[in-house]
C-alpha cells in the first residue's frame, strides 16, 4: 500500500471521473448532491476535493465545505472504495485533512452531520467519528427536504479552540453551506 494524498480547489472533469464511481457508491441512495451543485460549490469557492491515492487509483474521497463563522471545515461527503473498507484508507485520509486543514488553511476543527436513526450503518459510521476523537451533540436536527434526522459532530483541532458544541449552533453553520451550495 502506497498511499498518496491531494486536496483540490477548483473543478476539474477528469479527476470527477476518477472520483464519480466513489462518490456514487457510498452516496447515490443516501442524498448525494448532484454534479452541477457541486461544480456549482466549486464555481462559489465553497469547497475542496480531497483524494487519497492507493498506488496512483483513487482509493478514498472527500468533499469538505467552508463554514467561514465558525473557522471549521464541514466534511460533506466522506469515502473509501467499498473493496478498500477496513484498510484504514479512511483513518489515513481523515488524519491527511486534519493535517492540511490546520497548516493550509488554518481551520480550528472539524464538524460532520451523521444519520441520527439508529441502524447498524449509521451506529458503524458514528463509530468511527467517535474513535477519530469526534464529538457527538445530542441535538437532532429535522431537514425539510430529506427524511433522515440527523445529528452533528465536531473535533476541535487546536486546544484553545473555541467552537460551540450546541448542536443547533452547529447546524446553523452547516443549513448556511448547504444553502449557499444550492443557490445559483
Not at 480547489?9 to 443516501?30: C, G, M, T
Not at 480531497?50 to 469515502?79: C, P, W
Not at 488524519?95 to 497548516?103: G, P, S
Amino acid at each position: 500500500m502506497k498511499l498518496e494524498f491531494l486536496t483540490f480547489d477548483q473543478w476539474d472533469d477528469h479527476l470527477w471521473d476518477s472520483v464519480r464511481p466513489i462518490y456514487n457508491e457510498a452516496f447515490a441512495e443516501k442524498g448525494a448532491k448532484p454534479e452541477k451543485i457541486i461544480r456549482n460549490m466549486f464555481r462559489k469557492q465553497l469547497c475542496f476535493l480531497h483524494i487519497g491515492l492507493d498506488d496512483g487509483r483513487v482509493a478514498a474521497m472527500s468533499l469538505t465545505g467552508k463554514l467561514k463563522e465558525a473557522n471549521s471545515l464541514l466534511i460533506d461527503y466522506f469515502a473509501v472504495k467499498e473493496e478498500l473498507r477496513g484498510q484504514s484508507f479512511g483513518t489515513h485520509l481523515l488524519k491527511y485533512i486534519e493535517d492540511w486543514a490546520m497548516t493550509s488553511e488554518h481551520y480550528n476543527s472539524l464538524i460532520i452531520e451523521v444519520e441520527a436513526e439508529e441502524t447498524p450503518e449509521n451506529q458503524a459510521r458514528a463509530a468511527f467519528w467517535k474513535r477519530s476523537g469526534f464529538v457527538l451533540t445530542e441535538y437532532i436536527h429535522q431537514y425539510i427536504w430529506v427524511p433522515e434526522p440527523y445529528q452533528a459532530m465536531y473535533k476541535k483541532l487546536r486546544p484553545d479552540t473555541k467552537l460551540s458544541t450546541d448542536g443547533k449552533i452547529l447546524f446553523t453553520y452547516i443549513g448556511q453551506f448547504h444553502k449557499e451550495s444550492f443557490q445559483r
